[in-house]
T-cell receptor, first 110, second 115 residues
Framework: EDQVTQSPEALRLQEGESSSLNCSYT??????LFWYRQDPGKGPEFLFT???AGEEKEKERLKATLTKKESFLHITAPKPEDSATYLC???????????FGKGTMLLVSP | GAVVSQHPSRVICKSGTSVKIECRSL??????MFWYRQFPKQSLMLMAT?????????EQGVEKDKFLINHASLTLSTLTVTSAHPEDSSFYIC???????????FGQGTRLTVV
């Protein structure tokens, strides 16, 4: 059974204070690891897909990296508008469904 | 990214009535759509997977007669909560995928409150 564990559960940062969110996973044959952002009362918004260890992707202040056991979402010089819950999900090779972690709730204070 | 529209965003219904939620892919054809339920501060729980033109596949513990899913076209899937009860109150989210080589995009969610 695929499992995804995200840490920390919640993270409070000052504006400009860089940090990283962690996503540890076990999956049988990784097809893809996905990062989403979810604002309160909204559906998840797609951020990145990573397919193989060593891969990195960037978008504005966010950078996602992948190893064989975990993924990191690095946030550089965050702004208050980066406050949201960040969800990590994996897809195994045998089926098309995603297994989600519980998310990290990020709060960036001005 | 691709756009998935979910409607309504909020609905309040009386106990015992049925509620239909629509999920549309606006700029792509979705061969597969997914329905999730999310409780406060919890992750997304997959309820069912539907492929256009075929019966939905429900996850263990999800009552298929209570949560009716129809995926009649490549751009529309519906979830009908039948004989709703207060314990069905939750945040329901759909997602759609063009194929296995593309990302899944999510609708904005529907907050269902059963009174």
């Amino acid at each position: 059974e695929d499992q995804v564990t995200q840490s920390p559960e919640a993270l409070r940062l000052q504006e400009g204070e860089s940090s990283s969110l962690n996503c540890s996973y076990t999956v049988s044959g990784l097809r893809g690891l996905f990062w989403y952002r979810q604002d309160p009362g909204k559906g998840p918004e797609f951020l990145f897909t990573l397919y193989s260890a060593g891969e990195e992707k960037e978008k504005e202040r966010l950078k996602a990296t992948l190893t064989k056991k975990e993924s990191f979402l690095h946030i550089t010089a965050p702004k208050p508008e980066d406050s949201a819950t960040y969800l990590c999900a994996v897809e195994g090779s045998g089926y098309s469904t995603l297994t989600f972690g519980k998310g990290t709730m990020l709060l960036v204070s001005p | 990214g691709a756009v998935v529209s979910q409607h309504p965003s909020r609905v309040i219904c009386k106990s015992g009535t049925s509620v239909k939620i629509e999920c549309r892919s606006l700029d792509f054809q979705a061969t597969t759509m997914f329905w999730y339920r999310q409780f406060p501060k919890q992750s997304l729980m997959l309820m069912a997977t539907s492929n256009e033109g075929s019966k939905a596949t429900y996850e263990q513990g999800v009552e298929k007669d209570k949560f009716l899913i129809n995926h009649a076209s490549l751009t529309l899937s519906t979830l009908t909560v039948t004989s709703a009860h207060p314990e069905d109150s939750s945040f329901y989210i759909c997602s759609a995928r063009e194929d296995r080589n593309t990302e899944a995009f999510f609708g904005q969610g529907t907050r269902l409150t059963v009174v």
